[in-house]
């Protein structure tokens, strides 16, 4: 394959994240902690941070905030080559206000991501060359059900990448909040028979997509139905707030395999804001980096996704060597050393 | 029954809560956290939350320690309307230092509560109109233990309050080092004729009230000897000071009837200041609001104190809709999502 | 005059503040400070602290952010009982982000204060009792400047405030950010008829209404055009961003009196924001409070926008006695304490 | 003269001082910043950072407040070889709330330092060597105000350390909120027969003692009344809360002479407690330490104070190098450089 | 036997400690909690706070940073009087940046300690009366791996210690990245002779001096090959970065006796660093202290490790009272309070 | 000119600075802020704040405090492509602890910057094709005084640059704890040859390269000696460690021009660290941007340096249109807003 310039471009909102210190409620309490996430930009830092080049398209205020988002976008390690600015009076960014859990008390959740600049975003803001500049191209259901013009940006996106040869990967990441299932369903099967790789929750496939049967089934189907090769099934057990437990199930249409691999039992979860997209950031390293295959996908997929979990704040922040360690130590089942020193 | 401008007023002393930070301890550090509470506060702060309207009577100092406190008890959604304001030049708010534990070093807590300007307080510091203005008047043993100036205001307002209509609340709350347990008795048995809601726990009954049998022998027997219409006591299991489990039963003598609840397990436990007054706002409100009824309060009593183990801080801080989700979930057996959004 | 339950309400919105520490930026960082203010708000608290009894009128989200602000006007010793909320999906506070100045750098503010609960807010939110609870009622060019609806719901009220015989004051607030001059005399002029109290500064009667001649001149006029009483105008110099003077004259028609005062010079500026609305506030307070007068609003109003410029935050601190310090520190020649123990 | 384990030891009260960050006041806020000072500690510790031993008498709580004191006091160079515990259930930590100021706004201070347990201090509670253990002896007269048992054990500690040879060095330190001038007076002559180094203010001299004349008339006197070989007195002037100007004049009786020097302008105050605690520690250190001089004591002294203001707390916080920059550079005219690196 | 000034002493490095608060990352943050610590300075910290009297023996530079450390020294109770400085140009304090752990992701050390000043130290730093002047002398491997100059010095200073009648107690604490297991054997096999206390836990006496058999064999082994009377072994188990369980060992060879305590199972851990150092600390001090014996080191050796783990930074923080209730607690099977008050 | 990929790099060290928070000392408190900084670093961030594409070059450690300086790098718009990264054991990053100062307390910095992993750079740790991709290279006198390697590898880069045609920048940033005058002078006279902008205080000019006359007669005089085209000189006047003032001087040779400006009077410092670095910044602004002149230069270097001042940390932090209002304000003598909004 050619050389690009990309790995991994990914299309998405990029958000203000607030939320209070440790265990302290919104209602209260004198600071947020400041920063930034959003699904696609998770799962490109995530790539990033693995070792893979990266961007981000979305479009932003050109205000400070939208400074502030640029300048964490660049810490995360992700390029920000295709980030478009909203100078319109009514340039906003999306911000959502995050409070921890502790059972019984779930972890909360305030959006205030209307009326924000992303939905301005269009094919028009970026040069044609974007579209040939990477290997893989990125998005999620959360960017289709945005608005009329995201959904729109989105699939047309998808289209342009896909005819310059990217792969497309596609997360469903359904949000009651953002849309019906119908909705999304309806949406959803204009872009499948673009896409290569489809992550879709066991849970989301039943209610959205009406699927049955157990989750190989489901998962098989959907390559059954459209021209896609890999789909990717997170398992996640949530025992309380601070605990979960995760793993996954990757099919790979070719060989006709599913990829399993024990859970990460008992995590020890400080914010679990984020490790859905750790989980398809290490998957899609797994299969873009050199010897990629479904079998590197499931571990970095999986390993990304538990260490998320013990991470303030949405994106990612763990290197190679420190990925590798955890894998390492997942499948060891010896003597292991408590800390790394 | 004819509406009064308070659902619920309590007696009781305000406190400064000084605490370091996360698990820092009190003997280093550079800052300590600071907030306000105090057992009948805590109490009434809670039922204000959930939507009844509250007051708290006291006496505070006339300075900028006092005003803070005065803030902070409009910010719990409690009226200052009752608090009295002591101008002396010895008056002071009361303190206590509080540090978290983790096992095996338990919760601290270092008291500096003598000389203070609650012990100054008097009926006569409040208008006659005060004892026409509630539906229900709570107090607890604390107000009762801090000085015979407390006691002797405590007892008379019980009094007056009962001869205005109003339900006497009483939380026996025995605290060994503030009184003995013949002192506690001796004082408390004054003024059961006057209690129609009372909240003691099982080792309470026993050590200082001499009961035997069966915690059910123990509520009922209360009953007996007084007009008492409702027992209610807590079961508290301390697993570490990080992991609690929790339940309650409420005797209602007009039925006979002893009321119960499946205990919340495993409460992930950030603060656990406050959530016995958390437990007696929850009953109060589940007998107070419209359509109260025990089972009503076994519910919010139990809900509203799991969860205030949850949150920092003395006052608890959940709305009516927040509780009501947790009680869904916690008779809820089927699917239940992970967070609120 | 009739008791009324309130002194003071005023309309306005309400905005969460988030605001980098000390002398941080927008563009970086890991925590805002956590705020509420808007100018309305601010004035009645002010008025609040020094002792009579306020109210704000608004409408917030139904959701915790809106309890946050709720909480925070309590805080402020402001009843919040003519508080609206908005429980529709798209609810939201206005938010905007402030960073302090340091010369040559100015403070800058970014606002993200569109599509805000606010702009939903309508005389049928609130009951018919609203219009006679109070002595006063203040609301500013701000208000009328938010949206169509705001500006509709603003002139009614005035028009029913005065009905039952309420005070009228208006602040004209000009921020040509909202609108232009011309939009906004044409708005403000409509309202005049109505007003008793009015402040507006010289820059902006000069730009907005085209007034001509000296300071004196310009207030008098307005006068004489409208059935205006009293007229405010402040006077600030800006040294530095930590550095500002500041004065006021007030011109009251009764006695064609303009009353003056020397100006706090050097203050040194921890925050100015909401030092106009402190100036309101006191200026009301010593108009409405017991023995008002003109002579006691110069008075009042220069102190409390002075000392607002050393607090933090955009709502005022200081209560009856310590602004009574000030100003008698600030007509004093001879000895003074450097500390208040 | 013989060699002592200590150069010097103050006998005086420990206090927790608990301030708001910043400009953040009393009334508001989440935190609390906690330090621990003294006049007689400020002292001792301010002396022993420059290099000489020194040790503090006082009584504080055997609990943890008292334990964070200890701690504190070791921190800043002091032995805490003479700090008597009181374990009774009344002990406590005395406190003082602390606000900083910007003009127009004073800094603010609320005590809470009554019923303290260094007002059970005796001198039974400390081993006969301990008066002959130092080369001198400091308290002030805070610590005769404190209480009648306070007053009783300083003066007789005065004349037993006398006794044993030890220079006395006294500050009047007056407090207008702990006795009246009569009273200060009335005792403090009671000690002037022992009073080797006498601190005392231009102001203090006149309105306690009723001194006139010229402030070196004054001084001298006495020098004339009592056997006393050194008189300082400071001169502050309040520019603003955060601008002073501090020098100071000292007189020796020996050579009849007055010692002055220019004074610091326009100190940029960070925090002014515990400047005039600063002054006398440096005063100190100049008379105490090798080549002792009052032209030693008058630049250690003023320098040592002019830098206090510039440090956050009560207790001073710069080595002898630090110290001897600052006195290098305070008379030097010619380049300076405008970093220490 | 005759008193000394000190009960303890130890050789060792001091560091500086950085670390992000709570489960933040190194590679991110605005902010580093900054604390101090070493394996030695650990232990006497700890014995100190239990009540006996110690001291640090070190070098360390004579810059703020130095005097930083030698402030937290004193703060944790211990003597500086044997703190040499280093003035030269390249002095420097060692640094070690700590991240804590979430499972999967273990806690993490980066170690920035070459060419520190302790690599200088020399007995000729420190005057002959040191070594006259304590019960008992503890150094580690730690000391002896860092540098041929600290291994001379550590050396010397045993034998000297030793000759003077000290107790001499020594802590593998073996350290992969300081030396191997070769050079720590042949090193180690020097001091052996002179060694009275030895702390080696079974993975290092396996790993690093090649002992077979079972736990106990392996300890009694050292007793019969050197001079040495007490061996102590900790064992802990790893359960995730945040619960351990912990327990130890120890062997006396006078009366051949095995001392053992059940473990304390699940400590919530907060921060583990130093509480290997915390049992070494609790050990000595139930050796050297009045009525010392093996039965009483085990238990204070256990006891103040477990609760070390629940103290932020590497120094211990319990006095001897709440280590006494903690001991109680553990062997309490009845009735145990939630809190301390 | 052909188009480069780079309109600046720099070579420089990378440092990590640490800083107690406001005015405490590094001597006490439990904080530092974590921030990144250095001279050529901070040149080639303010010059890409203001639009152009720049990158650092260093080498720094291969570990988690490496990986936060490249995160930093990357936040402050530079680019990373040309970070070396050193893997051996004893890597490690410069460090420096950097506290504020009052006046009289000057700003006081300890360094901790020898044996770091800049001065193993070579030239060798870059590709080719590095001295062809820029428009302009910097660096300054710090870099070839930190070692014989750094020298010599600076010294390459230099010649390697000027051969491809990069316009070649010079900053003294005379140092004397890092080396001579003596050997600055003989190091830098090796380069000046191939300098075409040369920045030198006349502090410096005087002192090191032993230049006489007025500041304009030895600007010129470089120009002469050797084939330098633009000569810049800044001068700073520090009235106290909060207030400066702050002009420079630009000799252009070609027009045999002096650039002067107005100075910023009376700069409210927060952070004086970089400004002299921002100067440059926004000198070579003006030179390398569209339209670049030495009029420019001035404009841009004057305002860069002036307005670091109010910003915390090493690095500059505003962007065009913020620099051109404050020049714009600058120059302007009529109204001004005093706050941007």
Known sequence: MEMKEFDLLALGEILLRLSPPNNERIVRGDTFEKQVGGAELNVVSGVSL??????IISKIPANNIGIFAKNKVRFGGVSDDYLAYDSEKDARLGIYYYENGAFPRKPGVVYDRMHTSVNK?????FPESLFSSTKCFHTSGIT???????RKTGIEMIKRFK???AIIS???NFRLNLWSGDEARACIEQILPYVDIFFCSEDTARLTFDKEGDVKDIMKSFTQDYPISIVASTQRTVHSPKVHSFTSVIYEKETDTFYEEPSYKNIEVVDRIGSGDAYVSGALYGLLSENGSCGKAIRYGNASSAVKNT?????PSLNLNEINAIICDHNN???QSE???
């Open 333 to 335: 089942t010896g003597y």
């Open 170 to 172: 596609f997360d469903v």
């Open 121 to 125: 975003i269009s094919v028009e803001d």
């Open 311 to 315: 991470i303030p704040g949405d994106m």
């Open 339 to 341: 800390m790394n020193r």
């Open 163 to 165: 005819e310059q040869g």
């Open 50 to 55: 693995l070792g893979l080049r990266t961007g």
């Open 144 to 150: 289709l059900a945005l608005s009329e013009q995201c």
